[in-house]
């Protein structure tokens, strides 16, 4: 029965047929809600809000934050709740030109070696284990950025890694997505009906949404109101027959099980 149940998914995806109403763990489609950069906001205020509704997050941790080393009590409890804790490196690393704001020569990613970006990253995933005990996670780039110098540093880690969250906007079908590269949606400044129509078009087209914050209610130029944020959170709650809201970890081992199930 398992069997004949494997080969027509099997045959359903072969034939292109695989984006459906139950594409997601039997819903329409995914949502991941990520936040970047440790601040305090997201202990105050977001993992609070997401704990009100029963969703869970991933929040990517620069592993030298003053947020992550004097709360880290707080982040091992956002853990315990089911929250992600992901790996954005231990310094921040982002080249010049491209950041907008001014870098210190040491979190200036020209000034780097491979060695020294792959050593922060592994670094990092000690600090989260100690944390959080767990050895499975995701990555999220600094600035978007993949490349020290000419080479494409997330081949030297990814290995540690379910996946690697990037910043380049657009939705994905299931059997469309680059697990080295999600994409993202950044949000600065957007308003809940701006956010719940990105939702909207994902439970349409059966697609993966994934939003990428940085401040809410502060902490952040990158900045969304606490309000915007909270009728989000509720929509979600509202759509849950629809949605599945998990963590990066989760739906990205999801993505790799449904592939397999194609391979096989
Ligand atoms: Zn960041």
Known sequence: MRVTLLCLISIFF??????????????????????????????DYVIPSLDAYNLKGTFYIIGSSDCFNKRN??????SKNGHELGN?????????????????????LNNYTLKKVVSEIKETNRLLKETDGKTERSFAFPCGQKKVHDTLFYNYVKNDFVAARGVKRDLKSINEIDLD???????????????IGLVDEAIKNNKLLVFLFHGVGGGSPLNVENVDHQKLLKYLDFKQHDVWVAPMVEIAKYVKLQSKIIKD
């Open 181 to 195: 590269n999600v994409n993202a949606y950044g949000m600065k400044g957007h308003t809940a009906t701006e956010m």
């Open 14 to 43: 072969q034939k292109g047929i695989a984006q459906n109403s139950t594409s997601w763990n039997g819903k329409s489609c995914a949502v991941v809600l990520t936040y970047d950069d440790a601040l305090n906001q997201h202990l």
């Open 73 to 78: 009590k707080e982040w091992k409890l956002a």
């Open 88 to 108: 954005h490196t231990l310094m921040h690393p982002c080249a010049r030109p491209h950041s907008k704001t001014p870098i210190s020569p040491e979190k200036d």
